[in-house]
């Protein structure tokens, strides 16, 4: 279990954090009192309450928050009511992120890279140009998990669920609405067209953990060598542990990385929606050229409010990340890097492009990243009567040079769309990473066949449904309550 950090009546700090709320003992009876709408009302009141308060001091846009809302909405859609939503047009500084669960638990858990999963991430495409059917583009398939035992791969298609045809009006009923058991069905392409196969895989969804630390490799081309990590989540420690592993295993690729002398550094955060920034800086401090704890990564900005009061309990080093001293940096061999991005690099990754410009070269090659600047923190009730949790945003993130425009995301440096006939992740004929070879040493190495291209319409991804979306999260240990 990690640190619990109170602030009033509330636990709040990363919210990758593994919080445990404790059960009031109630005591069994053989009569049941059915909810009535009274009660109902007067409980929502309650959760609403919490909510309001909490809102108030720590939202970001907490200047924002409607005077008078209504306490007998249910929590979710009263969360909502607070919010300084998004729009395009009227609020195009609105909050797109922060976000409320029933099951605070279960928020703790997704954001450590626990989940009920079948190990496989996906995006979803429109078949063809004005069709209502859905076709699912596996990603990548997590090593020992339901999915990987069943046969799948990156670049399979999945055409069908549980013997019905994905279409825009079921495909969230057949692959979001909770279901542990599939039975996908494949197609394949044959002559630039998606054909249906007779292939039927079935998986059952189970409670597994996800290592983020997908693949590393060091490749020798043209003289140069050239380190590759695939990352895919900030997450330094499993569920429920207090450790670092997932950050010590990090450490340890960059350590090999060093011993190899490589000179060229691929760090592919292309399915990466973000996470620690704890774990974002760890990295960053591996890769960042002539740095170490006296530099400041990234800088905070929270709320008017709130301010003044960190400000005074904890100084101006509060809203400061700085890098930290890693034997393992291998900065001292780069003069830039390379970051393989899609829609689907978000928050704590983006941060690493950022907080990284001000040192070194960032190229990005891929296509442009979600767009999200700004971090949130988990808060629960710590005496275990509201269950709910929350991940609100309450800081803006900035570089060392004062920059934080990319809430529309980062264009690439060099465009590359992923196709629709994917090669493993780490092939050197993979589209993106052979980009990057290319980009570093001048000479294209042989594609294995010609590309298809890929100009089917997406309807978003697995990846962009987690929770969250994108995250950047702050680490608060050893804090002390604020009384405003």
């Known amino acids: 279990m990690k640190n619990k950090l109170p602030i009033k009546s509330t636990w709040w700090g990363m919210a990758l954090l593994s919080v445990w709320l404790l059960s009031a003992c109630r005591k069994e009876t053989d009569i049941v009192t059915p909810t009535t709408s009274s009660t109902a009302t007067t409980e929502n009141q309650t959760i609403d309450k919490w909510i309001l308060e909490n809102m108030q001091e720590y939202y970001y846009w907490n200047d924002k928050i409607p005077a008078n809302p209504d306490l007998t909405l249910a929590p979710s859609d009263f969360f909502d009511s607070l919010l300084y939503s998004y729009d395009a047009t009227a609020r195009p500084d609105g909050d797109r ?268 090659i891929g296509t442009t990243t979600y767009g999200k600047n700004v971090g949130s923190i988990t808060i629960v009730d710590d005496s275990g009567k509201i269950k709910w949790g929350m991940q609100p945003i309450v800081f803006k993130s900035f570089n060392s040079l004062g920059q934080s425009d990319y809430s529309t995301g980062f264009t690439p440096t060099v465009e590359v769309q992923e196709p629709l006939n994917l090669l493993p992740l780490g092939d050197v004929n993979e589209a993106m990473l052979n980009e990057a070879l290319y980009q570093i040493t001048g000479n294209r190495t042989a594609r294995r066949g010609v590309a298809e291209p890929n100009h089917l319409t997406s309807l978003g991804s697995s990846i962009q449904r987690k929770a969250g979306g994108g995250r950047m999260i702050k680490s608060l240990s050893n804090f002390k309550p604020i009384k405003l």
Do not use: C, H
Request: no cysteine; aromatic share 12%.
């Open 97 to 364: 992120f922060s976000w409320i669960e029933e099951n605070a638990d279960d928020l703790s858990a997704s954001l450590s890279g626990e989940s009920t999963t079948t190990g496989m991430e996906f995006t979803l495409y429109l078949r063809s140009q004005g069709s209502t059917s859905v076709i699912a583009q596996v990603l990548y398939v997590l090593p020992n998990s339901p999915a990987a035992a069943a046969g799948f791969k990156r670049g399979d298609i999945i055409s069908k669920v549980n013997g019905q045809t994905i279409t825009t009006s079921n495909y969230a009923s057949l692959l979001y609405s909770g279901a542990t058991t599939f039975s996908f069905g494949l197609a394949s392409v044959q002559n630039s067209t998606l054909v249906d196969t007779d292939v039927a895989r079935s998986v059952t969804a189970t409670t597994f953990q996800a290592n983020p630390v997908f693949m590393d490799s060091v490749y020798t081309v043209g003289g140069k060598t050239i380190g590759y990590l695939v990352y895919n989540q900030f997450v330094p420690a499993p569920n429920n542990s207090n450790g670092s592993e997932y950050d010590d295993q990090v450490d340890a690729i960059f350590s090999k990385f060093k011993a190899r002398e490589v000179n060229e550094l691929v760090l592919d955060l292309r399915y990466n929606p973000g996470g620690y920034t704890s774990s974002s800086a760890n990295l960053a401090s591996l890769i960042g050229k002539n740095i170490d704890n006296t530099k400041v990564y990234f800088r905070e900005e929270w709320n008017s409010t709130l301010t003044p009061y960190l400000k005074q309990q904890y100084g101006d080093a509060f809203f400061l990340q700085r890098f930290v001293t890693k034997s393992q940096n291998i900065g001292g061999n780069l003069q830039r890097v390379f970051v393989l991005t899609t829609d689907g690099t978000a928050s704590a990754s983006e941060l690493i492009i950022n907080g990284l410009r001000p040192y070194m070269t960032v190229t990005t």
